[in-house]
T-cell receptor
Framework: KAGVTQTPRYLIKTRGQQVTLSCSPI?????VSWYQQTPGQGLQFLFE???????NKGNFPGRFSGRQFSNSRSEMNVSTLELGDSALYLC?????????????FGSGTRLTVV | GQNIDQPTEMTATEGAIVQINCTYQ??????LFWYQQHAGEAPTFLSY????GLEEKGRFSSFLSRSKGYSYLLLKELQMKDSASYLC???????????FGTGTRLLVSP
């Protein structure tokens, strides 16, 4: 079956612009989480959605937002981009962390802000 | 806080055994996951421990001690392809997110 699909794979933006990243989870997975990965900080939790509701949010500024649609696809948006937003953005879906299924990650979107 | 600590880097020889340790604050988590991430790729699920003890999966085993806030990943019969980063992640008490350590980069040499 298809894995987690993230688009686009690579993106170059200018400071001050905004960007929207897309994630399609594995069919049947209702939970979608977003992480930012940088060399120094590792994987940092952005937010988690379940059935179109944001259930959990990490410690990121309000410039970072997201949403989930009725088909479980999710988008995240970053407004007023800063150089420090350059990172790999990973989306992950899960059948249920409580049951030990873990995340399945997408290949990520590599965002470069210049 | 929800700190997860693991060594930054380790080296080992092909065919050897290596143990990657992970410590965490006991009050913050319900279980421990381990992921493998090759350079330029997404993390992939290796193991999950929710109860104390050892879980074995082929060449890889993972151990958890909840009272000590301690876990380790044991890799046996190391192969060159095992060179990767290994991420320890705690499942938060709400069961809604994983908190990751910064990862341990393992370099396997011939």
């Amino acid at each position: 079956k298809a894995g987690v699909t993230q688009t686009p794979r690579y993106l170059i933006k200018t400071r001050g612009q905004q960007v929207t990243l897309s994630c399609s989870p594995i069919s049947g997975h209702r939970s979608v989480s977003w992480y930012q990965q940088t060399p120094g900080q590792g994987l940092q939790f952005l937010f988690e959605y379940f059935s179109e509701t944001q259930r959990n949010k990490g410690n990121f500024p309000g410039r970072f937002s997201g949403r989930q649609f009725s088909n479980s696809r999710s988008e995240m948006n970053v407004s007023t981009l800063e150089l420090g937003d350059s990172a790999l953005y990973l989306c992950a879906s899960s059948l249920g962390l409580r049951d030990g299924y873990g995340y399945t990650f997408g290949s990520g979107t590599r965002l470069t802000v210049v | 806080g929800q700190n997860i600590d693991q060594p930054t880097e380790m080296t080992a020889t092909e065919g050897a055994i290596v143990q990657i340790n992970c410590t965490y604050q006991t009050s913050g988590f319900n279980g421990l996951f381990w992921y493998q991430q090759h350079a330029g790729e997404a993390p992939t699920f290796l193991s999950y421990n929710v109860l104390d003890g050892l879980e074995e999966k082929g060449r890889f085993s993972s151990f958890l001690s909840r009272s000590k806030g301690y876990s380790y990943l044991l890799l046996k019969e190391l192969q060159m392809k095992d060179s990767a980063s290994y991420l320890c992640a705690g499942l938060n008490t709400g069961f809604q997110k994983l908190v990751f350590g910064t990862g341990t980069r393992l370099l396997v040499s011939p």
